[in-house]
């Protein structure tokens, strides 16, 4: 009878950190067999999912990027399509694309410790036939590379009257293709990334467009072109330059961010002091741009050369922070007892967390709660073998730390293989306190709370927002720490009827 193929690693995700992880599993484990299950019909993840106007990076290019690629596009923060090129680039260049399936949505996952190996019951859709059909994979290794976000669905609250409205009602995640926005009057609900990404970007054609938000969140200026990582790449070879400004960048985020936790009061003044500046004297920055939490409670939005002020400034957009009584049929209606004129209404109100993309998993036929596990070194999970998840930083950018991730990986399985393993598993020590995985108010983490695993209050339980810790503990730290747990038993010779037998 004939057995399933069992690949070496099976990639969950074609993204950003998917790509990133076959790059680096190709360099360094070149004997490992691996595939990349991508549910969607081309690379890219979020850079290819989200196409409303004005689609960019929310930190520099030269830390979102990968490090063994330099970023050459002049922007630091970039547009989408920018960074979609640039990871489309990166597959092409290394021979990832051939490994991506595409239409290979996981549904479970469920590991097995008799043969050492997770099984996969994935739903496949053929472009072709548009068929979907069901099948079976087989890995030694899952790496989750699906990011946190629903791709399916955004938050999206109901309000008061919205059949009443006459004009269109739109959601970022699914902005309609062509969609006609001159001379029309927009508001955009929210305050967060999307919003402030979306009102200068449609403030040029549009009549006028206003961000209504219900309370302020902390916005900063930054060069979209930054001067110092130009002029290196004008005087150096290319990777050097970018090794430059990629460190340039990490130091500088890392001190900006411990002097905003350590000085709050000192740093809410300047970065309201800032938008003050460049808002003129008709807009009340400390209204509008002072928010109640401190910065970095929440991840602080970037807006490139100022563009959000200018627009305002302008008069071409405005903002208005109040609390939405009723929609109504020609726009919105404020508890403050003002109305909103407008013909399209875009609900910028958030994302929707789904880890794993969904996916169910168990462990010897126990199903997994992932609420109930904790995080070691913010990549694995306690009691699970053989399984890792790419998750990024809160504070940075998000590659900085699934670089590290990828690197750990490569180091883990050559450990694996020099000792004859089959097993590594992170052994949880119950005597360890717990705390919240992200610590972190923002509403799409408070929401799904109680979905994500836990940490622990030291490492390697510790998830730290600091990437120098990070690179000491994941980079340079053993493999064989004491806490990872090592196994040589079980066999992956698996026959097909076996396979069968297990999920029938």
């Not at 979102?64 to 630091?76: M, Q």
């Not at 994979?137 to 399916?152: E, I, K, P």
């Not at 919205?162 to 006609?180: M, S, V, Y």
Request: hydrophobic share 40%.
């Amino acid at each position: 009878m004939t057995a399933f193929q069992i690949f070496d690693v099976l990639i969950v995700g074609a993204g950003l950190s998917g790509i990133g992880a076959a790059h680096y599993l190709q360099e360094h484990c070149p004997e490992k067999s691996y595939a990349i299950l991508e549910s969607r019909g081309t690379l890219g993840g979020t850079w290819d999912l989200f196409r409303y106007p004005g689609i960019r990076s929310d930190s520099d290019m030269y830390t979102l990027g990968y490090k063994f690629k330099p970023w050459k596009n002049p922007n630091a923060i970039a547009g989408g399509a920018a960074i979609l090129n640039y990871i489309q680039e990166t597959a092409d260049e290394s021979g990832i694309t051939k490994h991506i399936r595409f239409g290979h949505t996981v549904l479970s996952a469920s590991w097995s410790s008799v043969d050492c190996c997770w099984t996969l019951r994935l739903e496949i859709v053929s472009r072709e036939a548009e068929e979907k059909k069901s099948v079976l994979m087989r890995t030694r290794f899952l790496y989750m590379c699906s990011g946190y976000y629903d791709y399916s669905q955004g938050h999206r609250p109901e309000f008061v009257g919205e059949t009443d409205f006459a004009g269109q009602i739109i959601h970022p995640q699914f902005w309609p293709e062509n969609l006609d926005v001159a001379g029309k009057r927009i508001v955009v609900i929210g305050s967060g990334a999307t919003a402030v990404t979306l009102v200068p970007s449609l403030s040029k054609e549009a009549a006028h467009v206003t961000m209504l938000q219900r309370s302020p969140t902390y916005v900063v200026q930054r060069p979209a072109r930054d001067k110092r990582a130009l002029w290196l790449q004008k005087y150096l070879p290319a990777k050097i330059a970018y090794r430059l400004t990629r460190w340039k960048f990490i130091l500088e985020s890392m001190f900006l961010f411990q002097i905003a936790r350590r000085r709050p009061e000192q740093t809410k003044r300047r970065i309201i002091a800032m938008a003050a500046e460049k808002l003129g004297p008709d807009v009340d920055a400390s209204k509008h741009f002072s928010p109640k939490y401190k910065p970095w409670d929440q991840r602080v939005c970037i807006v490139p050369d100022g563009d959000l002020f200018d627009e305002i400034r302008s008069g071409r957009a405005s903002i208005e922070t109040d609390i939405i009584d009723r929609f109504a049929s020609n726009g919105i209606k404020l508890q403050s007892g003002r109305e909103l004129e407008a013909d399209i209404i875009v609900v910028a109100t958030g994302l929707k967390l789904k880890l794993m993309g969904g996916a169910s998993l168990e462990v010897d036929g126990k199903p997994l709660a992932l609420s109930e596990s904790m995080v070691y070194k913010g990549m694995m999970l306690s009691d699970v073998p053989n399984f890792v998840m790419a998750f990024g930083y809160t504070n940075a950018s998000w590659t900085l730390k699934t670089d590290l991730t990828a690197g750990y990986v490569c180091r883990l399985l050559k450990y694996m293989d020099k000792h004859q393993f089959s097993k590594a598993m992170p052994q949880r020590d119950k005597t360890i306190e717990t705390l919240p995985f992200l610590n972190f108010t923002s509403g799409y983490v408070e929401r799904a709370a109680e979905l994500l695993p836990k940490q622990g209050i030291r490492r390697p339980w510790q998830v730290y927002q600091n990437y120098l810790q990070d690179l000491f503990n994941i980079r340079h730290g053993q493999v064989a720490d004491g806490v990872m747990r090592f196994d040589k038993a079980g066999s992956v010779d698996c026959e097909a009827a076996r396979i069968k037998r297990n999920w029938e």
